[in-house]
């Protein structure tokens, strides 16, 4: 398993029909390195999907969506190459 710290406390930003921008607390500072993804809500947790590597936590693009759709967001850090628990 990983000792990653969870990110928390999402945010979604900028929120338009098709396109929103995502941004979470880096618990401690300690991070650097997250992945997230954005999935339907009628799709349920990820199992095998990959999510977007990034090195900020502040404003990161989300983009592709469907109008009138419920999404899911699931971050997670990275840390030693090793994803850690979702959000």
Do not use: E, F, H, K
Not at 42 to 67: E, R
Not at 75 to 82: A, D, E, L, P, T
Request: aromatic share 6%; hydrophobic share 30%; glycine share 8%.
């Amino acid at each position: 398993g990983s000792t990653c710290p969870a990110p928390s406390v999402v945010t979604l930003d900028n929120l338009q029909q098709t396109t929103a921008s995502a941004s979470w607390n880096n618990v401690q500072s300690l991070m650097s390195a997250w992945q997230y993804l954005v999935l339907p809500a009628t799709d349920g947790p990820p199992t095998t999907q990959t999510g977007i590597d990034t090195n900020t936590n502040v404003n990161n693009p989300i983009i592709d969506l469907a109008p009138g759709t419920q999404y899911n967001l699931y971050v997670r850090s990275v840390c030693g190459g090793i994803p850690g628990p979702s959000l």
